[in-house]
């Protein structure tokens, strides 16, 4: 009989209560502060250096020749889809030109939908 | 056997190892079984010693996608051991926070896969959804839900403000309260008792001589648990209790994982008391030079003693890095667990080891009386399992409890 009680009195609870889950697609939820999602490169800081492409670990980061801001120089370019998100890029960026954004929806149809956000 | 390849696929976020089970029958009962391994490679510990020491502990995170925590938190310690680098001490708090919180997430985790495996699916839902806490606080605590990245070689990556800290306080004892609910849930329901009690029974002795570990072996009165044995980190100083049962079933491998929910709620509790000020890392090199040695490093995963081998020649590479999980040393218990079991119990024993593989993906049955052999996947073998209980839940009722 106690465990009736129990099971009844969790079960109207239940029934009032709001729902837990969020309908996704139509509703978004917002990542917290300090989320690391999509990356976003500011090439105008960037030097060059190539310390990005050293320390990532999923080898997402390939320097290559840019003639943008100094001809001759080497930029990084992000490959999202091998990349980790472990963020050591932006921990050993000395110019601190890569950040990691609080964007997750990282699925897209196109190929340019999963790309880095480059800011010049 | 042509569809045999059904074995392979590590594409989930947990170690899903391919493994198959060969069970002889009488009737309903088992008589031996049987364990084979081996199906899949996934070359991470070669893939290792390519990397460097510090972006290793990102490749060994990715081993195990519930314990990530436990695998980087495991690997960043043998490599701090390496290099010789003192972490400060909020580091190594911050590190224990992510071990702590880890072991609630995963028990739970595990409480709701059980549940559910034998079919009673609204302790399921509501066991995620306190999981959910969790991934809420390693969101914010780390900056990812499942991958957390928070240790690093030489401390943790990201400071912790008050704020959370007593956010952490407060959910903790959310979590207690939840672990109480769900202990009073499983000990006043009968059909959960039914299910559960006098199931897959490991005796003391088995447990030690197949050298069960973390909660499984702590289920049969085993007194085995790495943060005891030879405390690291911050563990020496911190106060917990081991949680040991003596009946060695599904059920006491149940009540064992929900007072250690409460234990780690109690740490984590403590442990936002305590919180030391300084510094959270040294931040080494990224081509830091080890000298050759060669280290092992230990840490109590969710599931139990997890290991880590580094041996290196003097370089910025590892010569050869040997990762043993939990489950490894506990996959040979479960013969012991099934043997004289029905093989509706199958799912039950198999999951109440909190294996990291997908086990049953396919189990062969041999009837020893006809000769004959059946191959029964997964989803079926559940089915059956659910169905078979239904059937004889009176017997059961008689019998076990």
Redesign the interface.
Same mark, same amino acid.
């Given at each position: 009989m106690k465990e009736w009680g129990f099971a009844w009195r969790e079960a109207i609870r239940r029934l009032v209560s709001k729902a837990f889950t969020v309908q996704y697609p139509f509703v978004s939820v917002e990542a917290m502060e300090g989320y690391r999602g999509r990356i976003e490169y500011y090439m105008s800081k960037c030097t060059g250096c190539g310390l990005c492409a050293l320390v990532c670990p999923a080898k997402a980061i390939t320097m290559v020749k840019n003639d943008k801001i100094k001809p001759g120089r080497r930029m990084p370019v992000f490959d999202l889809a091998r990349c980790c998100y472990c963020a050591l890029c932006a921990e050993y960026c000395p110019s601190k030109a890569i950040k990691l954004t609080k964007d997750y929806h990282l699925v897209g149809y196109r190929k340019e939908d999963v790309k880095a956000k480059v800011i010049e | 056997m042509s569809s045999f390849n059904v074995y392979i696929g590590p594409i989930h976020p947990a170690l899903k190892e391919p493994i198959g089970f060969t069970f002889e029958v009488e009737g309903e009962k088992i008589v031996k079984a049987n364990v084979n391994l081996g199906y899949n490679h996934r070359g991470i510990e070669k893939l290792l010693e390519s990397?460097t020491w510090?972006? =290793?502990a990102? /490749?060994a995170e990715?081993v195990c996608g519930i314990c990530s925590g436990a695998h980087h938190g495991c690997y960043c310690q043998g490599v701090e051991e390496v290099l010789d680098i003192e972490p400060p001490k909020r580091g190594l708090f911050i590190r224990t926070i992510s071990w702590e919180l880890e072991r609630i997430h995963s028990h739970l985790l595990w409480l709701g896969v059980f549940f559910h495996e034998s079919g009673f699916d609204t302790l399921f839902m509501y066991t995620w959804?306190d999981r !959910?806490r969790t991934m809420?606080l390693f !969101? !914010?605590l780390s =900056?990812?839900r499942v /991958?957390y990245?928070l240790s690093t070689v030489g401390g943790a #990556?990201?400071d912790v403000s008050e704020a959370f800290l007593s956010k952490l306080k407060r959910q903790a004892r959310y979590f207690r309260e939840r672990a109480d609910f769900y202990e #009073?849930l499983v000990l006043?329901?009968?059909t959960v008792l039914a299910r559960f009690s006098n199931v897959g029974i490991l005796s003391r002795e088995d447990a030690l001589a197949l050298s069960a570990v973390g909660p499984t072996a702590r289920a049969s009165g085993v007194l085995k648990d790495v943060r005891y044995e030879e405390p690291y980190g911050i563990y020496e100083e911190t106060p917990f209790r081991i949680i040991t049962r003596r009946e060695g079933d599904a059920l006491a491998k149940t009540l064992v994982r929900i007072e250690e929910i409460k234990v780690s709620a109690e740490i984590l509790e403590w442990m936002a008391d305590h919180m030391p000020g300084g510094d959270v890392k040294v931040k080494i090199p990224?081509?830091a030079k080890a000298p050759p040695v060669e280290v092992i490093s230990r840490v109590e995963a969710p599931r139990g003693e997890l290991l880590y081998y580094f041996k290196s020649t003097g370089g910025t590479r590892p010569y050869r890095v040997k990762i043993r999980t939990p489950t490894l040393a506990n996959i040979l218990p479960i013969i012991k667990m099934i043997e004289g079991g029905y093989i509706a119990d199958i799912p039950i024993v198999v999951a109440s080891i909190d294996p990291c593989i997908a086990c049953c993906e396919r189990v062969t049955i041999v009837d020893k009386d006809k000769g004959e052999k059946k191959v029964i996947p997964k989803r079926e073998l559940i089915r059956y399992s659910k169905e078979w209980f239904k059937r004889n839940l009176k017997e059961l009722r008689g019998e076990r409890l």
């Open positions: - | 990397k510090l972006q =290793g990102f /490749v990715h959804r !959910e809420d !969101e !914010e =900056g990812r /991958v990245s #990556r990201r #009073r006043n329901d009968t990224p081509l």
